[in-house]
């Protein structure tokens, strides 16, 4: 068990609801937020992250003629900050294969379906075009796979008959806002660790589903 806080470095590129979910769960979490990091000048996550005393930085994935000139320039910055783990949070770009590999282990993100199902964007629409009747949210390690990394952790939410896609969104939203910060922490504690494209969590390979969490 770890005894001295991670590092970890946040991308976002919007509200950053995720993202202050973190830096509230930071201290107990055994986690120290080094940077936040946008892709947009505009994100309300800068303002949360500088309420926080955290640093800050925009870099303009416009400003760049391809993926792999921007994300070079990102690894630039993020290596500056030495993070033992990177979080995305709202982060609304594909990374490179080059990017994914230089953070091999170290990556997690958190997508709003129960992978691997809803793959993609727009899934709470999805899901209630297609009558489902459990929908949800995953933790994953990143891989060169587009929401393909091995999942973490799984929050799971009934879809109620008068659900609009707003109001399965906020359902769903606030069960990001516990289990995010949850993941963080275990691989922070040294508990959790991406081996041989599978999840270890205190020295046991979780399922193809991780850990499933029901509310």
Same mark, same amino acid.
């Given at each position: 068990?770890?005894?001295? *806080?991670?590092t !970890?470095?946040v991308?976002?590129? #919007?509200?950053?609801?995720?993202?202050?979910a973190?830096? =509230?769960?930071?201290v107990?979490?055994?986690?120290?937020?080094? *940077?936040v990091?946008s892709?947009? &000048?505009?994100a309300?996550?800068? @303002?949360?992250? %500088?309420n926080a005393g !955290?640093?800050?930085?925009?870099?303009?994935?416009? /400003? +760049?003629?391809?993926?792999q000139?921007f =994300?070079?320039?990102?690894?630039q910055?993020?290596? %500056?900050?030495?993070? /033992?783990l990177?979080v995305?949070?709202?982060?609304?770009? !594909?990374?490179? &294969?080059e990017?994914? /590999?230089? +953070?091999?282990?170290?990556v997690?993100?958190?997508?709003?379906? $129960? $992978?691997?199902?809803?793959? #993609?964007?727009?899934?709470? @629409?999805?899901?209630l075009?297609a #009558?489902?009747?459990?929908?949800?949210?995953?933790?994953?390690?990143?891989?060169?796979?587009?929401?393909?990394?091995?999942?973490i952790?799984?929050?799971?939410v009934?879809v $109620?008959? =008068?659900d609009?896609?707003?109001?399965?969104? %906020?359902?769903?939203?606030? /069960?990001e806002h516990v289990? +995010?910060?949850?993941a963080?922490?275990w691989?922070?504690s040294?508990? $959790?660790?991406?081996?041989d494209?599978?999840?270890?969590? =205190?020295?046991?390979r979780?399922?193809?589903?991780?850990?499933?969490?029901?509310s």
């Amino acid at each position: 068990m770890s005894t001295v *806080a991670c590092t !970890i470095v946040v991308l976002i590129s #919007g509200n950053g609801s995720n993202l202050q979910a973190l830096i =509230d769960a930071s201290v107990s979490g055994g986690y120290t937020i080094s *940077a936040v990091i946008s892709n947009k &000048a505009d994100a309300f996550g800068l @303002e949360r992250a %500088a309420n926080a005393g !955290i640093p800050t930085l925009v870099i303009d994935h416009r /400003q +760049y003629p391809d993926r792999q000139s921007f =994300d070079k320039r990102l690894i630039q910055e993020i290596d %500056a900050f030495n993070p /033992q783990l990177l979080v995305l949070a709202g982060f609304m770009r !594909i990374l490179s &294969a080059e990017f994914v /590999q230089h +953070y091999a282990g170290r990556v997690l993100n958190i997508h709003p379906s $129960l $992978l691997p199902n809803y793959r #993609g964007t727009h899934t709470h @629409e999805r899901v209630l075009e297609a #009558g489902e009747k459990e929908h949800g949210v995953s933790v994953h390690f990143v891989t060169e796979e587009l929401d393909g990394g091995p999942v973490i952790l799984q929050a799971v939410v009934p879809v $109620l008959p =008068d659900d609009t896609r707003d109001i399965l969104a %906020a359902r769903v939203a606030r /069960q990001e806002h516990v289990i +995010y910060p949850k993941a963080v922490s275990w691989f922070a504690s040294g508990r $959790l660790h991406m081996l041989d494209n599978g999840v270890w969590l =205190d020295d046991t390979r979780l399922t193809s589903h991780g850990i499933r969490e029901y509310s």
